[in-house]
């Protein structure tokens, strides 16, 4: 089993930064890719950004392109999302998850989750 714990989360001003974190622990396990998802009130959960395992590749959605980066340190387990330029539209509750098998994909291909961190972009 993989766990995934997030943390970073919080209330920020419009324009405003955060950085959240993804700690990843527990037996083994191999997982293809990891990446950040995001769910506000009475919306369906979004992918955001994901990384692979082999080569490191990322992936953004539209709407973060340029705002958003994602890193990992393979020597901490960690899996970072740093968010700029914030805007009230990226208030959500993120979520770290992580796939053992196939390229980035959508919230249905995920095989482990953390209990998700609230982002609040607000003046």
């Known amino acids: 089993q993989l766990q995934l714990v997030e943390s970073g989360g919080g209330l920020v001003q419009p324009g405003g930064s955060l950085r959240l974190s993804c700690a990843a622990s527990g037996s083994a396990v191999d997982y293809s890719a990891i990446g950040w998802f995001r769910q506000a009130p009475g919306k369906e959960r979004e992918g955001v950004s994901c990384i692979a395992s082999i080569d490191g590749t990322t992936f953004y959605i539209e709407s973060v392109k340029g705002r958003f980066t994602i890193s990992r340190n393979n020597a901490k387990n ?5 968010m700029n330029s914030l805007k009230p539209e990226d208030t959500a509750v993120y979520y770290c998850a992580a796939q053992t098998h196939g390229p980035c994909s959508g919230p249905e ?6 209990q998700g961190t609230q982002v609040t972009v607000s003046s």
């Not at 960690?78 to 740093?82: G, H, S």
Request: overall charge positive; hydrophobic content about 25%.
């Open 109 to 114: 291909r995920q095989n482990y989750w953390g």
């Open 78 to 82: 960690t899996v970072y999302l740093q």
